[in-house]
């Protein structure tokens, strides 16, 4: 028979009320992912194949996100919240006769390492019934508390209101996060009263009910930032931190060199090859791709964008969805781009718009060159061919096609395609009076010598 799979039970069905938000808890984002995302990636990166989830009614929005990860994961609805046993208790359809192991995750616990899941799941390989994650906190107020024996063995977890003075000395605490063998846990769950402070159905009450039962509990422990739980907008932010400094230093560990680290925000999902180099003050958006040898300037804003080998991208520059640029393009200061290819070594170094647009190899877009694409009902592409130079100021009325060497002089508004290699210019004719704005000059001077 083959190996039973590992099931993740993800916990979701927390109001959040100290969130103060109209959102579900778990959607909130850090590092451009909501929560929730965050925890189900570390799931299926420890490679646990199966998942299940328990949220509260009315959260479908939430359903659609753990779906997205684990398509086949199945949703469970708790009613009322009662307590993290109850909670667990909510998806017995899917504990029910499973034989594999367990993991129950907080859906706003974000930081959950994928080696801390595969961690703690080795606890169960290694003969424990069950394993809780622990950590030592700087101060454990609030949390329930690992009692042991003589011997270190587990023997209970007490939460903080039913603990005695000498228990809640204790600074070895639960996160929360637990693994059971799979065919234990619906014994025990059911075995759960109300009989605590809160009246709730704690699932910490397994342990001292499994020990009972000459059953094994393991304690496997982590660092305390790893599970820490976000229940308003401070710890939002504080894990939001915590999570920025663990994505540069992977970052910076995998051959990217970031000047003032501290103040580049990266997504979870950002992918900056070897050698890109990222200046000061960098904001990656989700779905950004630098490869090797990019430079990012300072003060850029990058999301669902793509930056070939070499590329320079900056100071002041704004890279939008779509963006995707070839090796060695230059993109300067104050030039905006967006759903836009642009071919190996093309330029647009100086205020520039360019969207919804095709550029050729070593085309060059001139300062204040603007891709007119939106003509107040539709976008419109706008084509420019290789090597064609875009002189400063043109504005690219959409759809228009430039041809390949095209040459457009300065000032100029195309409204209609250029044929390859031809000279386009629209401009008034130049008029030029010769000493007239020294004679403006000298009648201003007479005028005000008579009014004095
Ligand atoms: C829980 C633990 C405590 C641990 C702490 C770590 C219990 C009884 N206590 O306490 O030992 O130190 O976490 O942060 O387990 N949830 C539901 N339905 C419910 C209740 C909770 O889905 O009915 C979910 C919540 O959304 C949350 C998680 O379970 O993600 C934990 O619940 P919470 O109420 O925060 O438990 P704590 O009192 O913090
Ligand atoms: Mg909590």
């Given at each position: 028979?083959?190996?039973?799979?590992?099931?993740?039970?993800?916990?979701?069905a927390?109001?959040?009320?100290?969130?103060?938000?109209?959102?579900?808890?778990?959607?909130?984002?850090?590092?451009?992912?909501?929560?929730?995302v965050?925890?189900?990636?570390?799931?299926?990166e420890?490679?646990?194949s199966?998942?299940?989830l328990?949220?509260?009614?009315?959260m479908?929005?939430?359903?659609?996100?753990?779906?997205?990860?684990?398509?086949?994961?199945?949703?469970?609805i708790?009613?009322?919240?009662?307590?993290?046993?109850?909670?667990?208790?909510?998806?017995?359809?899917?504990?029910?006769?499973?034989?594999?192991?367990?993991?129950?995750?907080?859906?706003?616990?974000?930081?959950?390492r994928?080696?801390?899941?595969?961690?703690?799941?080795g606890?169960?390989e290694?003969?424990?019934?069950?394993?809780?994650?622990?950590?030592?906190?700087?101060?454990?107020?609030?949390?329930?508390?690992l009692?042991?024996?003589?011997?270190?063995?587990?023997?209970?977890?007490?939460?903080?209101?039913?603990a005695?003075?000498?228990?809640?000395?204790?600074?070895?605490?639960?996160?929360?996060?637990f693994?059971?063998?799979?065919?234990?846990?619906?014994?025990?769950?059911?075995?759960?009263?109300t009989?605590?402070?809160?009246?709730?159905?704690?699932?910490?009450?397994?342990v001292?009910?499994?020990?009972?039962?000459?059953?094994k509990?393991a304690?496997?422990?982590?660092?305390?930032?790893?599970?820490?739980g976000?229940?308003?907008?401070?710890?939002?932010?504080?894990?939001?931190?915590?999570?920025?400094?663990?994505?540069?230093?992977q970052?910076m560990?995998?051959?990217?060199?970031?000047?003032?680290?501290?103040?580049?925000?990266?997504?979870?999902?950002?992918?900056?090859?070897?050698?890109?180099?990222?200046?000061?003050?960098?904001?990656?958006?989700?779905?950004?791709?630098?490869?090797?040898?990019?430079?990012?300037?300072?003060?850029?804003?990058?999301?669902?964008?793509?930056?070939?080998?070499?590329?320079?991208?900056?100071?002041?520059?704004?890279?939008?969805?779509?963006?995707?640029?070839?090796?060695?393009?230059?993109?300067?200061?104050?030039?905006?781009?967006?759903?836009?290819?642009?071919?190996?070594?093309?330029?647009?170094?100086?205020?520039?718009?360019?969207?919804?647009?095709?550029?050729?190899?070593?085309a060059?877009?001139?300062?204040?060159?603007i891709?007119?694409?939106?003509?107040?009902?539709?976008?419109?592409r706008?084509?420019?061919?290789?090597?064609?130079?875009?002189?400063?100021?043109?504005?690219?009325?959409?759809?228009?096609?430039?041809?390949?060497?095209?040459?457009?002089?300065?000032?100029?508004?195309?409204?209609?395609?250029?044929?390859?290699?031809?000279?386009?210019?629209?401009?008034?004719?130049?008029?030029?009076?010769?000493?007239?704005?020294?004679?403006?000059?000298?009648?201003r001077?007479?005028?005000?010598?008579?009014?004095?």
């Amino acid at each position: 028979m083959s190996k039973p799979t590992s099931l993740a039970l993800v916990l979701a069905a927390g109001q959040g009320t100290r969130m103060k938000s109209d959102q579900p808890k778990v959607l909130h984002e850090v590092a451009g992912q909501p929560m929730l995302v965050h925890v189900m990636e570390s799931a299926r990166e420890s490679g646990l194949s199966d998942a299940a989830l328990v949220m509260a009614p009315g959260m479908d929005a939430v359903k659609t996100i753990a779906q997205d990860i684990y398509p086949e994961s199945r949703t469970f609805i708790q009613e009322k919240q009662l307590g993290t046993a109850h909670a667990v208790l909510a998806a017995r359809q899917v504990l029910d006769g499973f034989s594999g192991n367990v993991i129950i995750l907080y859906g706003d616990t974000p930081l959950i390492r994928p080696q801390t899941i595969s961690f703690i799941l080795g606890a169960i390989e290694s003969g424990a019934d069950l394993a809780v994650l622990g950590f030592e906190a700087r101060n454990p107020t609030g949390y329930g508390r690992l009692i042991t024996d003589a011997s270190g063995a587990l023997c209970a977890v007490r939460e903080e209101k039913d603990a005695s003075t000498e228990e809640r000395g204790i600074t070895l605490c639960n996160s929360g996060i637990f693994a059971f063998k799979g065919a234990i846990l619906l014994g025990l769950l059911d075995k759960i009263g109300t009989d605590n402070a809160n009246n709730e159905y704690y699932l910490t009450d397994a342990v001292e009910l499994a020990r009972q039962d000459g059953l094994k509990a393991a304690i496997v422990q982590c660092a305390e930032e790893e599970v820490m739980g976000v229940n308003s907008k401070v710890q939002l932010a504080a894990a939001e931190a915590e999570l920025q400094e663990r994505l540069r230093i992977q970052m910076m560990e995998d051959g990217v060199t970031l000047i003032a680290p501290e103040t580049v925000f990266l997504s979870k999902d950002t992918k900056l090859g070897k050698d890109v180099v990222v200046e000061q003050n960098v904001v990656f958006g989700t779905g950004v791709t630098v490869e090797e040898g990019a430079r990012i300037r300072a003060f850029s804003y990058l999301e669902g964008a793509h930056v070939g080998k070499g590329a320079i991208v900056g100071p002041y520059a704004r890279l939008r969805p779509g963006a995707d640029l070839g090796s060695e393009v230059r993109i300067g200061n104050f030039v905006e781009v967006k759903n836009a290819r642009l071919e190996d070594g093309a330029k647009a170094n100086h205020l520039a718009y360019v969207g919804d647009a095709h550029v050729g190899a070593n085309a060059n877009i001139g300062a204040g060159t603007i891709t007119c694409n939106y003509d107040g009902f539709e976008k419109h592409r706008t084509e420019i061919g290789q090597g064609a130079f875009v002189g400063s100021n043109t504005a690219l009325v959409a759809p228009v096609k430039i041809g390949d060497g095209v040459y457009i002089g300065s000032g100029s508004v195309i409204s209609k395609d250029v044929p390859a290699d031809a000279l386009v210019v629209t401009r008034g004719p130049l008029e030029q009076r010769d000493g007239w704005a020294a004679k403006v000059r000298a009648r201003r001077a007479r005028d005000q010598g008579n009014k004095k």
